[in-house]
């Protein structure tokens, strides 16, 4: 069983920085955050996996981060550049064995932190 335990959410106004940790009991093979808004189906954001290869969602590029530090045991997503449309409960989520084709799918996942509120205003 892996706890996942986030933080790091909070307000923030447009064009803000934020950056979420997620302190784990193990990282596995494929560590991954993840979003769910209001009324829409979770959808991954960013994941990074034991060698370090990293994957993001198109709406994060070259704004997102995902990093890891493996002597913490923690998983880390800067967030730069937000936009309204980022707001979202963001949830860190670990996969021991996971196809490299469905790395950004929330039901490759086995594991689940509770979430951190993320609100970005205009």
């Known amino acids: 069983q892996v706890q996942l335990v986030e933080s790091g959410g909070g307000s923030v106004q447009a064009g803000g920085s934020l950056r979420l940790s997620c302190t784990a009991s193990?990282?596995?093979?494929?560590m991954g955050w993840f979003r769910q808004a209001p009324g829409k189906e979770r959808e991954g954001v960013a994941v990074?996996?034991?060698?370090?290869?990293?994957s993001y969602a198109d709406s994060v590029k070259g704004r997102f981060t995902v990093s890891k530090d493996n002597a913490k045991n923690t998983l880390y997503l800067q967030m730069n550049t937000l936009k309204p449309d980022d707001t979202a409960m963001y949830y860190c989520?670990?996969?021991?064995?996971?196809?490299?084709?469905?790395?950004?799918?929330?039901?490759?996942?086995?594991?689940w932190g509770q979430g951190t509120q993320v609100t970005v205003s205009s």
């Open positions: 990074i996996v034991s060698d370090g290869r990293t």
């Open positions: 989520a670990a996969a021991p064995y996971i196809s490299w084709w469905a790395l950004m799918r929330p039901n490759g996942y086995n594991y």
């Open positions: 193990e990282l596995t093979f494929s």
